[in-house]
Nanobody, 120 residues
């Protein structure tokens, strides 16, 4: 069984910063990618930032230059440092894990979500 646990989030004023963390654990697996998605009320879930197993990072245009994704490979954790937050960043943020147990087909797992609220 593999699971992901998110932490961080909360409320901040416009221009402030927050840090999200996600930890993956369970019986041995290979991480293909880990990342963050977000979903605002009435909107579709959208990608924020991802980091591949090889360490390549990808950012949504709105995240570029403000958000930084990083990982600790030894601990199977990722962090998302969010700076210069705007009210439009308000959403539930979800951790996404794409992984595979050795010799098995790839699988995907979502965290439970953590609320980020940015007030003007």
């Amino acid at each position: 069984q593999v699971q992901v646990v998110e932490s961080g989030g909360g409320s901040v004023q416009s221009g402030g910063s927050l840090r999200l963390s996600c930890a993956a654990s369970g019986r041995p697996f290979r991480i293909n990618s880990m990342g963050w998605y977000r979903q605002a009320p009435g909107q579709q879930r959208e990608a924020v930032a991802q980091i591949t197993g090889g360490g390549t990072t990808n950012y949504a245009d709105f995240a570029e230059g403000r958000f930084t994704i990083s990982r600790d490979s030894a601990k199977n954790t990722i962090d998302l440092q969010m700076n210069s937050l705007k009210p439009e960043d308000t959403a539930v943020y979800y951790c996404n894990l794409q992984y595979a147990h050795f010799g098995q087909r790839p699988a995907e797992l979502w965290g439970q979500g953590t609320q980020v609220t940015v007030s003007s």
